[in-house]
């Protein structure tokens, strides 16, 4: 069978937004606790920060990072991770039924986003807390010096305000698994008098309100509705989050999550756009895809500790497929389709829970099958995201109905560097593929790679971390302006020319 796609500039969306490749750190499981930080490691340096996931965050491209939450952050008191690091309190975390021992908080996280060279996101708690304790953080973060937070901070040893500009106003306030939600009119009040008073300390922030937790949520677009008219005036982004799985070996479903993600964000643009228009307003909402992975929360509840409080557990360390790679390209390629309104995102999350990254305590750390697709899109999209005119063949799927087998975006930068990022959805069948770039003029084939084995559960293990990485596709050949290749069934591939 075959897929076409063309090569325009003038099919041009917006420009690739570097904040699209964000992750999210959260007081989680082993993410903090012998993920990113692990005194004693072998490659930890004198804070505690493991030198070899550090090594492995700058080459998965990430450029944004959420953090302290998540679901820990709507009970959690910031003031808990600050200050002399023995005189801090030992807390129960709610969210996960762990203990959270607060080594780590905001200061550490700032040192070691300087590190790793990414732009810091914080959540406040909408949860158990409010505008008070938001506005608390803010002075103890942005404000310089010479009141009595931001002295503190200094105090604590961080000279410099941390002048972080994104900030998420709660988590996920429509779960009922959330500590402290409520209903939509609720949140919206609540949030929108939180970031009035944010914004009086520091008027440059970029706020993000939250939407719903997935779009089968029962109150998925009349929550954005409602929250977006009481807070529309004050923020500038909501926020959209989303997981997939396979669900009883229905592959092709699977495959074309991409689907629904296409489904959220129009349905959030939607809303965003009747807000608007009933406020008469002229600036438009952006969408924040701050969560977004694959995650097989079906398993999770099992792993949940009840009987116990541990510190740092085991907990969602999914182990990623081929397949869940493959899914995680598509979703990509759904994200920067989309880069008119979906302005940043964040894979959830970085090391060791739902992660590309893991890491064994005391041992190595490795990157699972995900790492890939995300490193790859993050390092060579660049310039504009260009709309490719797919024609494809159609497959059935349980969920989805038909949908096009291929998946495919393309960027293009000042200097000519193009790459399409493609997807071959089909379980079973090979594509042929058809890249059109003739408007491109004289061009020539840089690189070819794809990601794919026979077997699609085949995934990697801290002792044969490269069992799956992306391989050179040799089949790419082009004559006359067009690239003829071979996209393996269940596969993810880019192509780069110039
Ligand atoms: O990323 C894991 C969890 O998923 C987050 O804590 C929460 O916001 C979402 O439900």
Redo the contacts with the bound molecule.
Sequence with gaps: TNAAVTIDRKLRVAPVRRRLFGS?V?H?GRCVYTGIHEPGHPTADAEGFRRDVLDLVQELGVTTIRYP????VSSYRWEDGVGPVAQRPVRLDL??HSTEPNTVGVNEFMRWCRLAGVEPMLAVNLGTRGIQEAVDLLEYCNIESGTHLSDLRREHGAKDAHDVRMWCLG??MD?S??VGRRTAVEYGRLAAQTAHAMRLVDPKLELVVCGS?SSSMSTFGAWEADVLAETYDEVDYISA?A?YEEHEGDTASFLASAVDMDYFIDSVVAAADLARAKKKAKKRIAISFD?W?V?YLSRTPAQMPTASWPVAPRL?EDRYSVADAVTVGGLLICLLRHSDRVHAASL??LVN??APIMTEPGGRAWRQTTFHPFALTARYATGDVLAVQPTSPQQETRRYGDVPVLDAVATVDGDGQVAVFAVNRSPAEPLTLTVDARSLGETRIVECVTLSDPDIYRFNTADEPDAVTPRPNRSARMEQGRVELVLPAVSWTMLRLS
């Design positions: 999210f959260e989680l939450g998540g679901n820990f969210a996960w988590n996920e779960g698994w959330q937790s989050h997981y969560e992975n995650w969602l959830a999350q829970v739902i």
